[in-house]
């Protein structure tokens, strides 16, 4: 009986090896594929299969032995949930709300925009870094982060680099992770304005979302407490009303008027949007949103997944444009680094490790649960990122360069940007893009810039296919309320997360100002902060190149500086543990990090380019205004843009010295370990048995 048991034993062993050893061989042959194929088109699905095999890979080996051997994850170590559990912020909560919880708060535009705007390039730079930085970087910070939070009672990052490296790495580390996130959120900001911008449909659609949030949020606390079916089935019903809705309004003449805006109008909307939702309590309007989102976006995203399976739609970009020397008409600068900092999100971001060291640690009930919750739901964004790939390639390339190119690139006509993009090699007509914009239920799609209108088209037509060619304009118009949404939820998290920083700095200044709960103090934070990043929406909002170029790399640049200095925080502790020969998992991404954000911060300092260079922007776009070669309207803003093109020079230099300080402090901490000197202390709670926690102070929650 005992050889039975064996020989089956072995036999089932063999049948799960060979099937790995199916797996990785099925994905290195789609990864080829996509690789050196350089036919006419390529299905999408090859991206598909090759996603699905490295994720699985990823998730499977990479990811246990990380959790096993580099993190030392025990099942029977009480968590801070467990340990400290209040019912208010530490509770033990069950391990697929936490996944759902974590991935809506990390699942920002970045997967969304990113990839699409790094199209330019072609499909397959930004494809093969979506898939490797996201298994090897990306999924691997977030799980680390999360695990070293929840060891030391869910301590932020800020706080962690000061207890772990000392007060100037700390200090350091706060002070970039608050100017990241202005940054980060302005940007966030100017990619819904230019959705809705002379958009009636998107903009009414996107309007109703916040009166809809605020009833699920009285309902669930007022009318109906403790109905989350109800709500949740309400809340999703009023917003695909509010789309079908946008339609009606759009053929209204009243109505369409009203809603038909510039960006300064939309630009003062979102800074008031963020304001408010910074000041409201949590459950009226942040908390009501982020759970209606996390339907929608992981609905979307499933159904677009299903929808490309079924379809097959075939990709139209080629492997790798001309554009990859610099001269994309999108933003500038060459493949090597930019690829890199345009797709942020989705392969790496910075921004996640403020939610995993944030309310995620407080949550979990158990240890175990760090990778799937960490490791997993970056993995699954990393998806979202690879679906937008797809969806933003899928468009005939004149389509998608007339859609994201702005008009001081391609020319104010449209006449004139056919013509330009048509010389690029990309053919497209004037009719070709009326039909289109017909078709969507639009005025116009010519110069709609920042990646989101492009990708609203490529999913409306992805999900026409495959569900009904008839809702065509339906579907563009949900595509552009899942981004917003996506979007919208991220600014108001970011803008309330903000002001939590800036209220814990200003305490040292002034002890009141440090109480979150004290409403001047609310009040002030929030306008601070809300100023700070409406500042940088605004110089987007009046750039007539569309802003992307000047605030994405911005953008990205400063996302993955903040990853960098995660990534720092985790190496150190790793070496302080005596970990020293697996730091490499850590140390390997951020050496990546740090020669890329220093490359692109070089790029966009010292380049002679104004299509790259901050400074030469500044130089050309003074020389033009001086010599009265500038429009009168352009002529008005130039100099402000030309202040705000040296100050970005000015930021992109400060956030990669603090990079590059925390680095300093991190190896003088791990050479003062290497040598036995003094160093500051393990900052990681004590070891308490998980059976040694009550079961009343386990609550059912967690089990």
């Given at each position: 009986?005992?050889?039975?048991?064996?020989?089956?034993?072995?036999?089932g062993?063999?049948?799960?090896?060979?099937?790995?050893?199916?797996?990785?061989?099925?994905?290195?042959f789609?990864?080829?594929?996509?690789?050196?194929?350089?036919?006419?088109?390529?299905?999408?699905?090859?991206?598909?299969?090759?996603?699905l095999?490295?994720?699985?890979?990823?998730?499977?080996f990479?990811?246990?032995?990380?959790?096993?051997?580099?993190?030392?994850v025990?099942?029977?170590?009480?968590t801070?949930?467990?340990?400290?559990n209040?019912?208010?912020?530490?509770v033990?909560t069950?391990?697929?709300?936490?996944?759902?919880?974590?991935?809506?708060?990390?699942?920002?535009?970045?997967?969304?925009?990113?990839?699409t705007?790094?199209?330019?390039?072609?499909?397959?730079p930004?494809?093969?870094w979506?898939?490797?930085?996201?298994?090897?970087?990306?999924?691997?910070?977030?799980m680390?982060?999360?695990f070293?939070?929840?060891?030391?009672?869910?301590?932020?990052?800020?706080?962690?680099?000061?207890?772990?490296?000392g007060?100037?790495g700390?200090?350091?580390?706060?002070?970039?992770?608050?100017?990241?996130?202005?940054?980060?959120?302005?940007?966030?900001?100017?990619?819904?304005v230019?959705?809705?911008?002379?958009?009636p449909?998107?903009?009414?659609?996107?309007?109703?979302?916040?009166?809809?949030?605020?009833?699920?949020?009285?309902?669930?606390?007022?009318?109906?407490?403790?109905?989350?079916?109800?709500?949740?089935?309400?809340?999703?019903?009023?917003?695909l009303?509010?789309?079908?809705?946008?339609?009606?309004?759009?053929?209204?003449?009243?109505?369409?008027?009203?809603?038909?805006?510039?960006?300064?109008?939309?630009?003062w909307?979102?800074?008031?949007?963020?304001?408010?939702?910074?000041?409201?309590?949590?459950?009226?309007?942040?908390?009501p949103?982020?759970?209606?989102?996390?339907?929608?976006?992981?609905?979307?995203?499933?159904?677009?997944?299903?929808a490309?399976?079924?379809?097959?739609?075939?990709?139209?970009?080629?492997?790798?444009?001309?554009?990859?020397?610099?001269?994309?008409?999108?933003?500038?600068?060459?493949?090597?680094?930019?690829?890199?900092?345009?797709?942020?999100?989705?392969a790496?971001?910075?921004f996640?490790?403020?939610?995993?060291?944030?309310?995620?640690p407080?949550?979990?009930?158990n240890?175990?649960?760090?990778?799937?919750?960490?490791?997993?739901?970056?993995?699954?964004e990393?998806?979202?990122?690879?679906?937008?790939?797809?969806?933003?390639?899928l468009?005939?390339?004149?389509?998608?360069?007339?859609?994201?190119?702005?008009?001081?690139?391609?020319?104010?006509?449209?006449?004139a940007?056919?013509?330009?993009?048509?010389?690029?090699?990309?053919?497209?007509?004037?009719?070709?893009?009326?039909?289109?914009a017909?078709?969507?239920?639009?005025?116009t799609?010519?110069?709609?810039?920042?990646?989101?209108?492009?990708?609203?088209?490529g999913?409306?037509?992805?999900?026409?296919?495959?569900?009904?060619?008839?809702?065509?304009?339906?579907?563009?118009?949900?595509?552009?309320m899942?981004?917003?949404v996506f979007?919208?939820?991220?600014?108001?998290?970011?803008?309330?997360?903000?002001?939590?920083?800036?209220?814990?700095?200003l305490?040292?200044?002034?002890?009141?100002?440090?109480?979150?709960?004290?409403?001047?103090?609310?009040?002030?934070?929030?306008?601070?902060?809300?100023?700070?990043?409406?500042?940088?929406?605004?110089?987007?909002?009046?750039?007539?190149n569309?802003?992307?170029?000047?605030?994405?790399?911005?953008?990205?640049?400063?996302?993955?500086?903040?990853?960098?200095?995660?990534?720092?925080?985790?190496?150190?502790?790793?070496?302080?543990?005596?970990?020293?020969?697996?730091?490499?998992?850590?140390?390997?991404p951020?050496?990546?990090?740090?020669?890329?954000?220093?490359?692109?911060?070089?790029?966009?300092?010292?380049?002679?380019?104004?299509?790259?260079g901050f400074?030469?922007?500044a130089?050309?776009?003074?020389?033009?205004?001086?010599?009265?070669?500038?429009?009168?309207?352009?002529?008005?803003?130039?100099p402000?843009?030309?202040?705000?093109?040296?100050?970005d020079?000015?930021?992109?230099?400060?956030?990669?010295?603090?990079l590059?300080?925390?680095?300093?402090?991190?190896?003088?901490?791990?050479?003062?370990?290497?040598?036995?000197?003094?160093?500051?202390p393990n900052?990681?709670?004590?070891?308490?048995?998980?059976?040694?926690?009550?079961?009343?102070?386990?609550?059912?929650?967690?089990?």
């Amino acid at each position: 009986m005992t050889a039975w048991a064996s020989a089956r034993g072995h036999g089932g062993r063999m049948i799960k090896t060979a099937f790995w050893i199916l797996v990785a061989l099925v994905g290195a042959f789609a990864v080829g594929g996509i690789a050196l194929h350089r036919g006419e088109t390529i299905n999408a699905m090859w991206i598909v299969v090759a996603a699905l095999c490295i994720y699985s890979l990823g998730y499977r080996f990479y990811s246990a032995w990380v959790a096993a051997k580099v993190l030392s994850v025990d099942a029977t170590r009480a968590t801070p949930a467990l340990r400290l559990n209040n019912g208010r912020d530490f509770v033990p909560t069950h391990r697929w709300i936490v996944f759902g919880h974590h991935f809506a708060a990390i699942a920002g535009p970045g997967p969304l925009i990113g990839p699409t705007l790094a199209a330019q390039f072609g499909y397959l730079p930004g494809t093969l870094w979506i898939l490797v930085g996201g298994v090897l970087g990306g999924c691997v910070q977030d799980m680390t982060i999360l695990f070293l939070s929840t060891r030391r009672n869910g301590r932020s990052l800020g706080q962690m680099a000061r207890d772990e490296l000392g007060p100037v790495g700390g200090f350091a580390a706060m002070l970039g992770t608050l100017t990241i996130m202005i940054i980060l959120i302005a940007v966030l900001g100017l990619v819904v304005v230019n959705a809705m911008k002379h958009s009636p449909w998107a903009t009414s659609t996107v309007f109703a979302t916040i009166p809809i949030a605020v009833l699920i949020g009285l309902y669930l606390r007022n009318i109906r407490p403790g109905r989350v079916l109800e709500g949740s089935l309400i809340g999703l019903a009023l917003l695909l009303l509010a789309v079908v809705g946008g339609g009606w309004v759009d053929s209204h003449p009243t109505l369409r008027e009203l809603f038909n805006l510039d960006g300064k109008p939309l630009a003062w909307f979102v800074i008031g949007y963020g304001f408010i939702a910074a000041v409201l309590p949590v459950w009226l309007l942040l908390a009501p949103r982020d759970y209606l989102s996390t339907f929608l976006k992981l609905g979307t995203v499933l159904l677009l997944a299903l929808a490309v399976i079924l379809m097959r739609p075939e990709i139209h970009m080629p492997a790798v444009t001309q554009f990859i020397d610099g001269s994309g008409p999108i933003f500038g600068g060459a493949l090597f680094p930019f690829v890199f900092i345009t797709i942020a999100c989705g392969a790496i971001s910075g921004f996640h490790a403020l939610v995993s060291s944030g309310t995620t640690p407080k949550l979990i009930g158990n240890e175990a649960d760090v990778r799937m919750i960490g490791y997993g739901s970056m993995m699954l964004e990393s998806g979202v990122a690879v679906m937008a790939m797809i969806a933003a390639t899928l468009l005939q390339p004149g389509v998608y360069f007339a859609i994201n190119s702005a008009p001081g690139i391609v020319g104010v006509t449209a006449e004139a940007a056919v013509a330009t993009i048509s010389g690029w090699g990309f053919p497209v007509t004037v009719e070709q893009m009326q039909f289109l914009a017909k078709e969507m239920g639009e005025s116009t799609l010519f110069a709609r810039t920042g990646g989101a209108p492009s990708l609203a088209v490529g999913m409306a037509s992805i999900f026409s296919s495959a569900f009904g060619e008839s809702m065509l304009a339906i579907w563009y118009h949900f595509a552009i309320m899942f981004e917003a949404v996506f979007i919208l939820t991220t600014l108001d998290a970011g803008t309330r997360v903000g002001r939590f920083m800036l209220q814990d700095a200003l305490g040292h200044i002034w002890k009141p100002m440090g109480e979150t709960s004290w409403y001047p103090s609310v009040l002030i934070a929030s306008a601070l902060v809300v100023a700070g990043w409406g500042y940088f929406l605004y110089i987007g909002v009046v750039d007539p190149n569309g802003g992307i170029n000047i605030l994405w790399p911005l953008f990205g640049i400063a996302n993955q500086l903040l990853a960098g200095i995660a990534l720092c925080v985790a190496t150190g502790i790793l070496i302080k543990q005596g970990k020293l020969r697996y730091c490499w998992v850590t140390a390997a991404p951020l050496a990546w990090l740090a020669i890329v954000t220093t490359a692109a911060t070089w790029e966009k300092v010292v380049s002679s380019d104004p299509r790259v260079g901050f400074l030469a922007a500044a130089d050309s776009l003074a020389a033009k205004l001086a010599a009265g070669a500038l429009p009168e309207a352009q002529a008005a803003v130039a100099p402000q843009l030309i202040f705000n093109q040296r100050l970005d020079a000015v930021l992109a230099v400060l956030l990669s010295l603090i990079l590059w300080v925390v680095i300093a402090d991190m190896v003088r901490v791990s050479l003062r370990v290497v040598r036995g000197q003094p160093v500051p202390p393990n900052s990681e709670a004590p070891h308490v048995h998980i059976n040694s926690i009550g079961p009343s102070k386990i609550g059912a929650e967690a089990a």
